[in-house]
Nanobody, 126 residues
Framework: EVQLVESGGGLVQAGGSLRLSCAAS????????IGWFRQAPGKEREGVSC????????TYTNSVKGRFTISRDNAKRTVYLQMNSLKPEDSAVYYC???????????????????WGQGTQVTVSS
């Protein structure tokens, strides 16, 4: 069974940092890109970042470039999202999801990601 489990969310003041983790199981982790998405109340789910499985390719939505960093440890089957200089508008439930291939093709469209974690809440206070 494919499972993705997010952790690391919480409440932080504006300007602070959090590191989210996405632990994967049930599939060949090295064969799939992983994306991070977020959804705030009343808004559509949006792509935050994606990392390919083996060549180190990364991509970010414009609003987080220079502040967020995605990384992965294939030996630990875990993807991370380091979030610095957090802003209140970053508040959302953050999800990790498995792409359909090794690359971030079709990112940031959520419908092309076929396995999702349960999400972790990030709240940034002003």
């Amino acid at each position: 069974e494919v499972q993705l489990v997010e952790s690391g969310g919480g409440l932080v003041q504006a300007g602070g940092s959090l590191r989210l983790s996405c632990a994967a199981s049930g599939f060949l982790f090295d064969d799939y890109a992983i994306g991070w998405f977020r959804q705030a109340p009343g808004k559509e789910r949006e792509g935050v970042s994606c990392m390919s499985s083996r060549d180190g390719y990364t991509t970010y939505t414009n609003s987080v470039k220079g502040r967020f960093t995605i990384s992965r440890d294939n030996a630990k089957r875990t993807v991370y999202l380091q979030m610095n200089s957090l802003k209140p508008e970053d508040s959302a439930v953050y999800y990790c999801a498995r792409a359909g291939s090794r690359s971030c093709s079709f990112w940031p469209m959520p419908r092309f990601y076929n396995s999702w974690g349960q999400g972790t809440q990030v709240t940034v206070s002003s």
